[in-house]
């Protein structure tokens, strides 16, 4: 392996200056197409020429900054102290922005974490690019198509708690209140939060349980549970988070 990568940089080295940062710009847009086109077709905002545009971006900035190093600064009187890594620095937090735009928040539903995460990878990859570690580049971009398409198939077969927010009305009782968490913590995967206030209806309470399940059957066992106790009724039931 660090044959063939050493073998890689001397024939782009081979290539000359101005050949060889465009290659580098297009080994960012490839690896940045890739990641970019697995978005496009799973219908996500930030698709093929967004994370295209990024990787480029972030190329070039990573070119111009290990060659500022190298520029003639002879008529500059002052001394200067030149840090490279200042403007990939810049260039991630920049990106973190953009990243932060493709996150969307609908009710309890949040969209975007995993498309944001793959631009921040994206700008990661120009920057791997743009430097020149191009084996480093290509096998990280395997890497993280690997983590979006196969590790995505999988997740079906990982158990994910919900969340769930039910209101049940019941007799203003002393009781009622230990009977509704001793019955919801039968079946919830983990200890019930509760709080309640008194019912519209005379005589009644409203105890609002969130609870936490795997299955749509377990949520069933839970209302039913509920439902079960002494003259209660289940009057709310929402999603949580």
Not at 28 to 39: D, N, S, T
Not at 75 to 101: K, S
Request: glycine letters at 8%.
């Amino acid at each position: 392996m660090d044959a063939f990568s050493t073998h890689l940089d001397q024939w782009m080295h081979a290539l000359g200056g101005p050949l060889e940062s465009l290659v580098r710009l297009l080994l960012a847009a490839i690896a940045a197409g890739a990641i970019g086109l697995e978005r496009e077709i799973r219908g996500r905002q930030a698709g093929l020429r967004t994370h295209m545009l990024v990787a480029i971006g972030s190329a070039l900035a990573m070119i111009v900054s290990s060659q500022v190093a190298y520029h003639d600064w002879s008529g500059v009187e002052e001394q200067l102290r030149i840090d490279p890594a200042r403007i990939a620095y810049g260039v991630m937090a920049g990106v973190g922005f953009l990243g932060a735009g493709a996150i969307m928040r609908k009710d309890d539903a949040v969209r975007g974490l995993t498309t944001a995460a793959a631009i921040w990878c994206v700008a990661a990859l120009g920057l791997s690019a743009g430097l020149g570690l191009y084996l480093i580049t290509i096998l990280a971009t395997l890497l993280i198509l690997i983590v979006l398409t196969v590790l995505a198939s999988f997740e079906h077969f990982i158990p994910q708690s919900k969340f769930r927010r039910l209101t049940v009305r019941m007799p203003n009782l002393p009781a009622s209140i230990a009977d509704a968490r001793s019955a919801a913590r039968r079946h919830s995967k983990g200890a019930p939060h509760l709080n309640w206030q008194e019912s519209e209806e005379p005589d009644k309470i409203d105890i609002t349980l969130r609870v936490t399940y795997w299955k749509p059957d377990d949520l069933v066992r839970i209302e039913s549970a509920l439902t079960s106790l002494n003259s209660a009724r289940l009057v709310a039931s929402m999603e949580s988070e």
